[in-house]
């Protein structure tokens, strides 16, 4: 009995002490990543808020500047790229609608020439 006390504690230290050090003394530090980082659950739930945006405040240049966070793909084929995760992911069909509506719009999108107000 008094062997596997010794066992426990042991374990119980161990766990401890590899706590405190992964969440206080050496956290891992995650610095200069990228939104194309993101995986493709996070990444198609961003692209759906964009969506959501898009039929609230109908502005498509806003739309397409906050989808080229993603890198250097046209605007519509990030947004299109998370129509096929999205059924998996549980989304709705009128959020499929909302993203199938984003990328149509996006299909005709040609960016305004215009400089900052």
């Not at 039929?55 to 947004?79: C, K, N, Q, V």
């Amino acid at each position: 009995m008094k062997k596997w006390l010794w066992v426990l504690l042991a374990f119980a230290a161990g766990i401890g002490l590899g706590l405190l050090y992964g969440w206080v003394i050496s956290p891992v530090e995650f610095v200069d990543l990228s939104p194309e980082t993101l995986r493709a659950d996070f990444r198609a739930d961003y692209i759906l808020m964009v969506a959501e945006a898009y039929e609230t405040e109908h502005d498509l240049d806003l739309a397409a500047r906050r989808l080229a966070i993603f890198g250097s793909a046209s605007p519509a084929d990030i947004a299109s790229s998370a129509l096929p995760f999205g059924p998996s992911a549980g989304f709705t069909p009128s959020e499929l609608a909302l993203l199938d509506a984003l990328v149509q719009d996006l299909r005709g999108w040609q960016p305004s020439s215009g400089g900052a107000p």
